[in-house]
């Protein structure tokens, strides 16, 4: 079983950038897959990057080219650099984890493990 804390988020202006991590407990943290969701209000969860053990990295759309995400096994940390942000990227967001091989980790459904959220506001 492993604990994620979440942590990073916090109030800037558009064009701004943003470093968020997520601290893993446990000595297998580098078995599992980590990924990022968000959730604005009044809309659902969505996937924003996952990185695979392997250290292959997944984005959505939305933050390709703008969002990186990476991992330090030796630290069981794996940190989302957003640049660029912009209002629509406001919303809670949560690290999520799998030690399980997926096909699509673009599915909340597919992480066991969950951070407690933490808020990406965004003004312009």
């Known amino acids: 079983q492993v604990q994620l804390v979440d942590s990073g988020g916090g109030s800037v202006q558009a064009g701004d950038s943003l470093r968020l991590s997520c601290t893993a407990s446990?000595?297998?943290?580098?078995?599992?897959?980590v990924g990022w969701f968000r959730q604005a209000p009044g809309k659902e969860r969505a996937f924003v990057a996952t990185?695979?053990?392997?250290?292959?990295?997944i984005y959505a759309d939305s933050v390709k080219g703008r969002f990186a995400i990476s991992r330090d096994n030796a630290k069981n940390t794996v940190v989302l650099q957003m640049n660029s942000l912009k209002p629509e990227d406001t919303a809670g967001y949560s690290c999520a984890a799998t030690l399980y091989y997926r096909t699509n980790y673009e599915y909340s459904r597919g992480y066991d493990y969950w951070g407690q959220g933490t808020q990406v506001t965004v003004s312009s």
């Open positions: 990185i695979t053990p392997s250290g292959r990295t």
């Open positions: 446990g000595r297998t943290f580098s078995s599992y897959a």
